[in-house]
């Protein structure tokens, strides 16, 4: 290697003055030779016949993608249409133990799986939130998903090594920065949802997926098992009910509905155009997670089809709900600081994330005080971290108010009545 490289580097020295003399193919020859980085100009040249190459395939993929985006979507939906039915009693409320059986109970896990990476593959950022019964095995399930997934990682927040939490967690998790934050939790429902944010800037929500998903990733590698066909998943969407179809079970190359005319069409295919992209994370902020705000009317729009379809009433007051935890946390946690002020906190609604309260005094009746108000909203903020605002009586309706003046000065009337020297 030494001799070749000292003779390429002196050879056109002394072949300079002589080379017209030389016979055509021997100059070839040499010139050839001494010619050191033809392997890096060849690399340059199939770099640019790659990327060519690679362009149409990405076109095709493209394509494909989208059509195998409707039949995962379809996968979760069906999934948590009939684990909301499973976990809906008589009376129309959410048991969180039958959900979590019908989580455990579900045959086909690997098409969730599968499901959600394809809409990972299609959207731009995802969010988690993991129920758990222990801290530990929240963040468990928190690393397989996001190394499942191949997804950010960056730092867990609110959890303390030294003094960790004994009992049920929720860990929030967002791709885009990377972060985690942990809380308590009522223990009541376990399991991950799913909310990926597709490249059209919609935000979807599936859950509660059952625990340890992330599994499945490993035994398709040790048993080596092909992908999910999803075109054949899609045709198999197209085509009329069999005999005897079972709803229950979703298998990994096809997908059995009892109806699948009654299967609400996906939304539209997203678009990566770099406009909405640009939009989308301008109206996005930087520390927001899952637009907690339209999680109600999710609920509700919940609550509708399910009195339709089965003619139940859901109680959007119920566990789970952010009325039922920022209640339960002004009974239990708040109620000895509430009773030394002499003031009763009670929730009249929610609307959107924003929680309307109605303050009474005592002395003053029903009470909007600023002070009051913004420490009101710092400790419920611990409660649930869906609250957006807090409002007090200048939202409620000319009939509460009238009602509750009337309440209050039939109080001053007895206190004077009683104490007519003060």
């Known amino acids: 290697g030494i001799f070749r490289l000292q003779a390429a580097t ?29 392997k890096t100009q060849f690399s340059a040249g199939f770099h640019k016949l790659r990327r060519k190459r690679w362009s149409g395939a990405m076109v095709h993929c493209q394509a494909e993608d989208v059509r195998s985006w409707g039949a995962a979507h379809d996968i979760l939906t069906r999934f948590e249409e009939e684990q909301m039915e499973a976990s809906t009693d008589s009376e129309g409320h959410d048991d969180a133990g039958a959900s979590n059986l019908f989580g455990r109970q579900w045959e086909d896990k690997r098409a969730l799986w599968e499901s959600a990476k394809l809409m990972k593959k299609m959207s731009t950022s995802i969010g988690l939130g993991i129920h758990a019964s222990t801290p530990e095995r929240g963040i468990r399930e928190l690393e397989g998903w996001v190394l499942g997934l191949h997804l950010k990682h960056n730092e ?36 991950v949802e799913f909310a990926p944010k597709m490249k059209s800037g919609e935000r979807l929500d599936y859950g509660i997926l059952p625990m340890g998903l992330y599994r499945e990733q490993r035994k398709v590698a040790l048993e080596r098992v092909p992908p999910i066909d999803w075109k054949k998943v899609a045709s198999e969407m197209k085509k009329p009910p069999q005999s005897n179809p079972s709803p229950r079970v979703l298998s990994a190359n096809a997908l059995r509905v009892s109806n699948p005319q009654e299967l609400v069409p996906p939304p539209p295919p997203p678009s990566a155009t770099m406009e909405a992209e640009a939009e989308m994370d301008e109206e996005e902020e930087s520390d927001e997670f899952v637009d907690w705000r339209t999680l109600l009317d999710r609920q509700r729009e919940k609550a509708a089809k399910g009195k339709y379809k089965y003619d139940l009433d859901l109680n959007p007051k119920g566990p789970g709900s952010i009325f039922y935890s920022v209640q339960s946390f002004i009974d239990k946690k708040i109620k000895d600081e509430l009773e030394d002020y002499h003031l009763e906190v009670t929730v009249e609604r929610v609307l959107s994330g924003d929680v309307h309260v109605k303050i009474a005094s005592d002395c003053l009746g029903v009470t909007s005080d600023k002070i009051l108000i913004m420490w009101l909203e710092w400790k419920l903020k611990q409660a649930d971290d869906r609250i957006f605002r807090v409002y007090t009586d200048r939202g409620f309706s000319k009939r509460t108010l009238e009602i509750w003046r009337a309440e209050r000065s039939a109080k001053r009337k007895a206190r004077e009545e009683e104490y007519p020297d003060e």
Not at 10 to 37: G, N, Y
Not at 160 to 179: F, H, L, Q
């Open 156 to 191: 867990l927040h609110r959890y303390d090594e030294d003094d960790p939490i004994r009992g049920p967690v929720y860990i929030r998790y967002s791709s885009r920065t990377g972060d985690a934050y942990l809380r308590e939790n009522d223990g009541k429902h376990q399991g």
């Open 10 to 38: 002196s050879i056109p020295r002394m072949v300079a003055r002589s080379m017209t003399l030389l016979p055509l193919s021997m100059v070839v020859a040499i010139t050839t030779t001494t010619q050191i980085p033809v």
